[in-house]
């Protein structure tokens, strides 16, 4: 069989090869390999055992046939010249030991590649590819016979083995990478058995010999290759196309279990799934996603709309937006919180997971799957920590302790309140903080509180880091865990400070007077009733001084409200240091002040007597100049005083007890004191019975006009004064001497005035008419309070013009007492009323403020002589030379003269003859009502 020396070449045949059935047996080497080694992937664990039995047998059968397929197709396609002949059944046989070899070596099997090495499998690849081959040559039948060089035989099966072992690594490494080490993989075992084959063709002599000649074959040499070619590729084909089938199929069931498993997994973890062709809106909800929503299992639309609309509107174009981002590749996967609306209208906040699973061949989305989880627990735990976050960082100082009162968290507020950082407190006791102005049984009760109520909250001082002591509102809550035992302790610490100063502000401001310190009214009502309370109890007496500096208005008007500032300050001070300390001084307002005394003795008349060395101490002590910037002023008080114990009258009572007694110093020539009489509330009384039906009577126009004439030396009848009357329902007709002050002072005297004049401007249009008396003037007093009215003028000429009357007719008399201040504006007013025809007289002249440089600038008619002149004009010389001087004075001012009061001939006598020639008062006739003034005159 083995020459050891080549034959000579006259003995030999020589051969050639086909170019292209030598590339054929070489890819359909390599085409069989990679199909073996795809057949061989399917073996798994997972498969039963006959299964892979299946896949090992096939993958063995195809490489086997494949090396087989390239040895025959390569003899084949070897061309010698001489007829060659193939045992099939031998050529048959040549198949099985490259199956075995194939199957053994790849380790297919048993799929247990570690059972034996690389070493040994490639050896019996090589094995199985070099019998196969030498097999295969054993069935080849030519005329002569075939003998192989020893060193190429080795050789070829050499070659075989170490590029089945390279092949046999590379799959081995194709663990590690995948499916790419196939091709590879397929080409080295091709080209192990390829090399194989031509190396071991090389060893081969074809040397002539005495063999009877061959039969002709049925098929040619390419016949044969064309079908050994055709068959291996189908075999080939067919296990790639089982293994592709097989993969598909396994992979489909695997999926669908693994879907499975997933589905089970989620819905037993309550999440809900979704299917979702964005393409055609087609959507799939679970059971449990529908669930979540409160809606059964075929309620809701099977549209991924549906979804959408469900969604928050706020949440909406948010969520679309980001669904396309993903589309475009943004992210690796759709996560989104957003906010859905339940079936009972409420909203739940879902955890929405997304992933694209399959586009189209132009990109377009076609599937996509995903969950929804329920996190609105999750959210409203959130936002509550997020609220608690903000809290504990409010405005408010924070502090979070132990059971032991460890602190072991504070708050950015604590720091700035208390001067402490963080790193200084946290570990320490809250004993570090105390001020020391609580004692134990303040703590002790404090935390008797919290143990029984779980909190405690009060005003409590304690001490900032630079030792500063400040006031502060600690609210302490207990923390309890799940068994209802306490874990911690959370304070809440406000620096009251600003508050406590506001509060002392505010206190000031309510019951202390802000320019000179003492008790306002209100601190002053409530110690009075203490001090009654007190007498009441303990059987005592009180006092109560109402004091009133004098003529405190014209300092106010000469010096300035400044001055009488510094004045009320030196005066509060005075009456302090005149009293107890126990006693009270507070201010009423304007010049008044009260004092209020305490503790005297039970017997009153002692009290009294007590009280009044107290007074007389304060008048002297008021007594006493004042410098108010270096101006000296001298002022007196007067005091009234009313003596009190127990509750037998109220409070108000006693301050209009002393208030009377005030009046009565102030009667008395004032700088004096008297105590309260029970005469004076009866007085007071009175006037305020009489100031109450005053008010009625000027709503219900209770008055009428008396007419008193105005006549010359002839007896002529010239004019007439007008005098009101009030006829009272019950008293008749009460005088105006009684109602006038007290109308001026209660301010009804703007009513009543303008009724007057209202009144005597009609009964001027009314005489108009009557030629007896319409050359008659009407004379109406005007108080300073009317005149100074801002509407005065205004509203004098609209009652003329209502009426009709006859300005020249109409003189207003006013008296000397409306000059004592703003005389520029009182003679503008005059002018204004002179302009339209209205005359005036100065009635009671001389008995007031006179002022020639006044008088000469106003505009008079008249000059009206009082009555207390008149009267003792023929007894009292004074009397006499006072009239005289103002008949003197009209004269001189071109003014006319009227005298008022004349009872006698001898007084009119003697006016006449002192130049007074126009006269009023009873000798003449008395103030009569209108329809007896008008008989009076139709006799004059």
Known sequence: MFLPT?????????????????????????????????????????????SRLTWAATGALTLGTGVWAMHFIGMLSLSLPCRVNYDPLVTLASMIPAVLGSGVALGIVWHEERRLSPLIRSVLLGAGIGTMHYSGMAAMRLEGFVRYDPSLFVLSLLVAVALSYVALRIRSAGNRIGKRSDPLVAIVIGTAASGMHYTAMSAAYFVRGDVSALPDSMLTADTLAIVVALTTAFLALGALALAALSGSREVASQLRDSEERWKFALEGAGDGMWDWNPQTDEAVFSRRWKEMLGYAENEFPNRGAAWIEHIH????????????KYYAGDRPLHIEELRMRCKDGSWKWILSRGKLVSRDE?????????????????????????????????????????????????????????????????GQTTRMLKSGRHNAAFYRAMWDTIERTGGWQGEIWDRRKNGEEYPKWL???????????????????LDITERKKTEEKINALAFFDQLTGLPNRTLLLDRLKQCMAATARVGSHGALLFID????????????????????????????????????????????FVVVLSGLTPDQHHAATLVEMVADKLLAALNQSYSLRNVAYQSTASIGITVFSGQLLTV???????????????????????????????????????????????????????????????????????????????????????FIPLAEETGLILPLGRWVLETACKQLTAWARQPVLAHLTVAVNVSAHQFRHKDFVNDVLAVIQATGANPQ?????????????????????????????????????????????????????????????????LTDPNDAAIARTIVALAQSLDIGVIAEGVETAEQRDFLASAGCHVYQGYFFSRPLPVHAFEAFAQQA
Not at 313 to 322: G, I, L, S
Not at 389 to 414: C, H, K, P, W, Y
Not at 663 to 685: I, T
């Open 809 to 873: 007719r109409l003189k207003l008399e006013l008296t000397e007492s409306l000059l004592i201040a703003n005389v520029d504006e009182i003679i503008e007013k005059m002018f204004a009323l002179k302009a339209k025809g209205v005359g005036f007289s100065m009635d009671d002249f001389g008995t007031g403020y006179s002022s020639l440089s006044y008088l000469k600038r106003l505009p008079l008619d008249q000059l009206k002589i009082d009555q207390s002149f008149v009267r003792d004009v």
């Open 362 to 426: 132009k990109g377009k989305p076609l599937r996509m799957i995903g969950t929804h989880t329920d996190i609105t627990e999750r959210k409203q735990a959130e936002e509550q920590l997020q609220i608690a976050a903000t809290a504990f960082e409010s405005q408010e100082g924070m502090m979070v302790t132990d059971t032991r009162g460890v602190i072991l968290r504070v708050n950015r507020a604590f720091t700035a309140i208390t001067g402490y950082p963080a790193t200084e407190v946290v």
């Open 475 to 493: 609210t302490i809550s207990s923390v309890k865990n799940d068994a209802g035992v306490v874990t911690h302790y959370v304070g809440t610490h």
């Open 549 to 592: 500096l004098d003529n405190f208005k014209t300092l106010n008007d000469t010096l300035g409200h400044d001055m009488g500032d510094l004045l009320l300050k030196q005066v509060a001070q005075r009456l302090t240091q005149c009293v107890r300390e126990g006693d009270t001084v507070a201010r009423l307002g304007g010049d008044e």
């Open 652 to 738: 108000e009572d006693l301050m209009k007890q002393a208030d009377l007694a005030m009046y009565k110093a102030k009667e008395a020539g004032r700088n004096a004191l008297r105590f309260f009489d029970p005469d004076m509330e009866a007085v007071a009384l009175r006037l305020a019975a009489l100031e109450a039906d005053l008010r009625e009577a000027v709503e219900k126009k209770q008055f009428l006009l008396h007419y008193q004439a105005q006549v010359d030396d002839d007896r002529r009848l010239m004019g007439a004064e007008v005098l009101v009357r009030w006829q009272h329902p019950e008293r008749g007709l009460v005088s105006p001497a009684e």
């Open 6 to 50: 080549p034959p000579d070449a006259s003995l030999l045949y020589a051969g050639s090869y086909s170019p292209g059935w030598v590339a054929v047996s070489v890819l359909l080497a390599i085409f069989a390999a990679y199909a073996a080694l795809r057949a061989a992937a399917r073996i798994g664990p997972q498969l039963d055992k006959s």
């Open 313 to 324: 509107p706020e949440d909406r174009d948010r969520v679309r937006r980001d669904i396309k």
